[in-house]
């Protein structure tokens, strides 16, 4: 079973930038599809970014499409969120998650579809 470390979260301003990190262990890294999700209080889960095991394949949230970008180094075991162009309703605790995959297998929006998840970084962007 693979496990996931979040870090870089932090409070930033609207409009700037930030990098979110997720290190892996513990697991083949680049067997999972490795996805981004995150949820503000009093509100539901809500999918961010995935990206395929190889890379090759991303899929983003339309709230956030432009303007985050998720990627992955394989030989680091490694996964990112770059957030750019924050607004306030960024706000919220980010999570990134793990999905055990063949390499035919299609990306998935639905965090039921991720068995391993780390503890989360709180993301909060002022007005």
């Known amino acids: 079973q693979i496990q996931l470390v979040e870090s870089g979260g932090g409070v930033v301003q609207a409009g700037a930038s930030l990098r979110l990190s997720c290190a892996a262990s513990g697991g083949q890294f680049s067997r999972y599809a490795m996805a981004w999700f995150r949820q503000a209080p009093g509100k539901e889960r809500e999918f961010v970014g995935v990206?395929?095991?190889?890379?090759?394949?991303?899929d983003y949230a339309d709230s956030v499409k432009g303007r985050f970008t998720v990627s992955r180094d394989n030989d680091k075991k490694m996964a990112y969120l770059q957030m750019s162009s924050l607004k306030p309703e960024d706000t919220a605790i980010y999570s990134c998650?793990?999905?055990?995959?063949?390499?035919?297998?299609?990306?998935?929006?639905?965090?039921?579809?991720?068995?391993?998840w780390g503890q989360g970084t709180q993301v909060t962007v002022s007005s």
């Open positions: 998650a793990a999905r055990h995959t063949i390499l035919t297998a299609p990306i998935s929006r639905d965090y039921h579809d991720y068995g391993s």
């Open positions: 990206i395929s095991r190889g890379g090759s394949n991303s």
